[in-house]
């Protein structure tokens, strides 16, 4: 592993939420971040025992004006100097906007030196066309993503802000131009994208695959889209789209301070109309963060298996198991399925610094 | 850098306060933890944007109540297991008195299975003969310390919980002998010990140097001393406990764990009679956190030099002094330095895996 972390100095505001035992939201990012060579300052928006896919779990939400104070707070002591921000979940419509007051005066406060400051956006609203945030948070991000660089919604997501329904690459496409022109975001990655898009993705037996579909804008604001497929574990697991965020943070950073030139002081990292989709930054990006998820999951199902097969969750329950009634039984077995899927990162730093690239950009 | 975590898989549970911008409290220990390949469970009891030596601070701590409802939630979830809890900075007594019954839940669990879970507990109280918590947290930890295996007291903590006044070689052997026999404490590092020990620890105009003293009990309660002197960096550095708190969790681990027979399933990790205080495994693993320590406070210093130049701190104030007062111009000054004093160990992870010994203990 190189001791050299793969990005020059970077300050990054992350700010999503926090759990006290496994590996979401900002307790995966900012260690993903900070693993990397970021110097992050770690906005929490909820402090809670455990994700949620437990169904179960305690805590608090930090209310709006607790984000805003926490900010002036920052701001007072000149703690306000970032080269990119990253938020994630954030709890409500009135909190939603209180983040993006602060990305909105970072953006603002960088106009004179275009390029200093980067925005990557995860509009965490829901998954599987279910919204699991207020209806109201819906509005309150379309009324902000027009100030973001990157936005990382999965398919749901990006049919909820561009309100295109999701079908067909014809569809998909016209979603993304949507959010190019309507919404004026220069990049964006679709992060799971279900729809088959060529032949060559057959479904075998032995791998579902799925796609991220990214495009960066052109001056014109067409879309220059490619795709990645890459094989799906047939696992649930949490914290997927958090670390796949936080990397994306890292790689984007990375690709455009090696690419030289002018790009990294060129308002939102926007390539110039002569570079071909398959060549984007945005690409690159993709690629290299594919590849590390693709290791981490993989140490993680093989954990996983060791763990339910210890506890004996496939056969029946762990010891004591005996006594509960079946919905007790049941609640118990999810519970520590739910532990036995959280995401195995710690230990498997390799994969995060040096992954070998194995699934690579497509044209559309 | 190897890529081979030091310890084996390690279930932590970190309680302590969270800063959004810098380097200290669970900010610095989760990361120090996590880099050494441990499974971090993080309990943060404030969210401040920073910490309180900037003398202005915005954020909110955690109440008594909602510490332990989280520990709830960890329970009702089999999300409990631990085999080392690490507590620092917790805000008031109830709060105090929370977390220690957090720490006596554990204790108790194990009680069957000796050496499965280790506590190491900070007292954070104060520092240079100052208390900075209310008073009644000095008898909160009064109560709580006879459960810890090894505390990491500075001189003035160890102080107030033997209530013996440190003045020389004789009171601070005093003062660690009513630790060890009046509540029972098998482990203590007193962090920061000032005295001059020896006629070799003589202060050069080079450089100053501090002790740390540290001892195991024998199984009659007598203290095992063992001192380990090192150079101080004339400049004041936040997070420096939390951080040598994180590196003696991970060091003991690893010391306790390579030491092989029956020691790790012995209660408190403690050590035969027949062993001596330089080879006590609390005095490896000290020798090894001191140099971790040693250079990231070098690293520090250097980048902490780049940046007060190029701020113009040593010579005046940046761009836009002129317009303040005296008493503001101060005030930034005092800001941009705590800022420039923030632990580096982001970019410097190498000093924390495999770092150079250069101080040794050395009998008292």
Not at 82 to 103: C, H, K, Q, R, T
Not at 155 to 161: D, G, R, T, V
Not at 326 to 347: D, G, M, P, Q
Request: negative net charge; glycine residues 6%.
């Amino acid at each position: 592993m190189s001791a050299e972390p793969p990005v020059p100095e970077t300050s990054v505001l992350a700010v999503a939420s926090h759990v006290v035992s496994g590996h979401v939201g900002n307790k995966i990012a900012v260690f993903v971040l900070q693993s990397m060579g970021c110097d992050v300052s770690a906005l929490n928006t909820v402090q809670f025992s455990n994700h949620t896919g437990y169904r179960q779990w305690k805590g608090t939400r930090v209310s709006a004006q607790e984000i805003t104070d926490l900010w002036e707070g920052l701001k007072q002591s000149y703690l306000d100097q970032f080269d990119m921000m990253l938020s994630g979940y954030v709890p409500g419509a009135a909190a939603v906007e209180a983040v993006g007051n602060i990305a909105k005066e970072l953006k603002e406060k960088s106009r004179t030196k275009p390029g200093s400051f980067f925005w990557v956006l995860d509009p965490v609203m829901g998954d599987n066309g279910k919204l699991y945030v207020a209806d109201d948070v819906v509005p309150a991000y379309r009324g902000l993503v027009q100030h973001a660089d990157l936005i990382l919604p999965n398919q749901f997501e990006a049919e909820q802000l561009s309100e295109v329904k999701i079908t067909d690459s014809a569809s998909l496409r016209q979603a993304i131009e949507v959010l190019h022109t309507k919404f004026n975001i220069p990049h964006i990655v679709i992060t799971s994208v279900s729809l088959p898009l060529s032949d060559s993705q057959t479904t075998s037996p032995n791998s579902r695959t799925m796609s991220v579909v990214g495009s960066t804008k052109t001056s014109t604001g067409k879309p220059r889209l490619f795709k990645i497929h890459f094989p799906v574990f047939e696992c649930y697991f949490s914290g997927t789209g958090d670390m796949f965020a936080a990397l994306m943070v890292v790689r984007m950073r990375e690709v455009v301070h090696n690419a030289g030139g002018a790009l990294s002081s060129t308002t939102s990292w926007l390539s110039g109309d002569e570079v071909a989709p398959l060549d984007l930054p945005l690409a690159r990006a993709a690629e290299k963060v594919l590849a590390s998820m693709h290791e981490v999951l993989s140490r993680t199902c093989e954990s996983m298996a060791t763990e339910t097969a210890q506890a004996g969750i496939v056969n029946g329950l762990p010891a004591g198991g005996a006594t509960l009634s079946s919905e007790e039984e049941e609640k118990k077995r999810h519970l520590l399925r739910s532990r036995a899927a959280e995401l195995r990162l710690v230990r498997n730093l390799s994969c995060l610094r040096s992954p070998n690239i194995e699934y690579r950009a497509e044209k559309m």
